[in-house]
């Protein structure tokens, strides 16, 4: 089967956030030793035995050796994007790393810098997930945890960010290692909440007296899917079509607007949803 070339919209979302991750690790991260989990944390705790060699070298060859474990034990297929968004990882943190040197901290302000060494991170791994990739690493490791446990891969990176952040605890001083652990939870909080609004969608159930003219904008001008059914008012106990979608927030707001005007008598209700599943929509 033939592979389809990679849109534009998706090679530029995946770059912009393996930038992300790289620019939280580099500038923040590394300077603090905050060791918040994966590759990067684990090279920051490698770097404190080793001191000869730098956190971002250590991160090309664990993701290196990580990438080949995921091709002899998962899969030769397991994923381009994570092969690219890793690759480009490692090498954006040796570029910086030669372009803007640093030896300190950023600022003296470690709990703001922790705030970014997180929050900037977790962005960009979130738009990665929604892209169906990821910077590799423990990501592979967790794979590999699932293919020969009975964890899945959530608990299976809960388990592995846990164990090299509570490791810093004892290579660090305490605030680093508290730090640390810390920005474990604030990174998976952070994940959750950008990937749920990434994926959020509309829910619009609208009670007209014009189905034909609201069904036909939302197939012919929005090109999205629409399904109506007759119901009857409690109240009225008049005949009333119900026309249900599922858009985004803009193509809802036009739909909403539309509605409005060809029927002031109507009733919409638009619902929040985060998990839609179909054509158009995710694949399950």
């Known amino acids: 089967m033939k592979r389809m070339p990679l849109p534009f919209k998706d090679f530029f979302l995946l770059t912009f956030g393996t930038l992300l991750v790289a620019v939280g690790v580099y500038f923040f991260k590394f300077?603090?030793?905050?060791?918040?989990?994966?590759?990067?944390?684990?090279?920051?705790?490698?770097?404190?035995?080793?001191?000869?060699?730098?956190?971002?070298?250590?991160?090309?060859?664990?993701?290196?050796?990580?990438?080949?474990?995921?091709?002899?034990?998962?899969?030769?297929?397991?994923?381009?994007?994570?092969?690219?968004?890793?690759?480009?990882?490692?090498?954006?943190?040796?570029?910086?790393?030669?372009?803007?040197?640093?030896?300190?901290?950023?600022?003296?302000?470690?709990?703001?810098?922790?705030?970014?060494?997180?929050?900037?991170?977790?962005?960009?791994?979130?738009?990665?997930?929604?892209?169906?990739?990821?910077?590799?690493?423990?990501?592979?490791?967790?794979?590999?945890?699932?293919?020969?446990?009975?964890?899945?891969?959530?608990?299976?990176?809960?388990?592995?960010?846990?164990?090299?952040?509570?490791?810093?605890?004892?290579?660090?001083?305490?605030?680093?290692?508290?730090?640390?652990l810390f920005g474990v939870f604030l990174n998976s909080l952070v994940i959750d909440y950008v990937t749920e609004n990434l994926t959020r969608r509309k829910s619009l159930s609208i009670i007209t007296s014009h189905p034909e003219e609201t069904c036909q904008y939302i197939t012919t001008h929005l090109r999205r899917g629409a399904t109506a059914w007759q119901a009857r008012g409690a109240y009225t106990q008049e005949n009333v079509a119900v026309v249900l979608t599922a858009l985004n927030r803009m193509q809802a707001n036009d739909v909403r607007k539309y509605v409005k005007s060809i029927d002031p008598e109507s009733f919409v209700i638009v619902s929040n949803t985060s998990e839609i599943f179909g054509k158009g929509f995710e694949k399950s």
């Open 31 to 180: 300077p603090n030793d905050f060791s918040t989990g994966g590759v990067s944390g684990l090279s920051i705790l490698l770097g404190r035995v080793l001191p000869m060699v730098s956190p971002s070298f250590l991160v090309a060859v664990i993701n290196v050796l990580f990438l080949l474990v995921g091709f002899f034990f998962i899969s030769s297929d397991f994923g381009a994007r994570t092969v690219y968004c890793t690759l480009l990882f490692s090498l954006s943190i040796q570029g910086m790393e030669w372009i803007f040197p640093l030896s300190a901290p950023i600022t003296d302000q470690r709990l703001l810098e922790l705030i970014f060494s997180v929050c900037l991170p977790a962005i960009g791994t979130a738009i990665l997930f929604h892209q169906n990739a990821s910077t590799g690493g423990t990501d592979i490791a967790a794979m590999l945890l699932r293919k020969f446990t009975s964890l899945d891969i959530g608990k299976s990176m809960m388990c592995i960010d846990f164990f090299i952040a509570f490791a810093a605890l004892f290579l660090f001083d305490i605030e680093t290692g508290l730090f640390s």
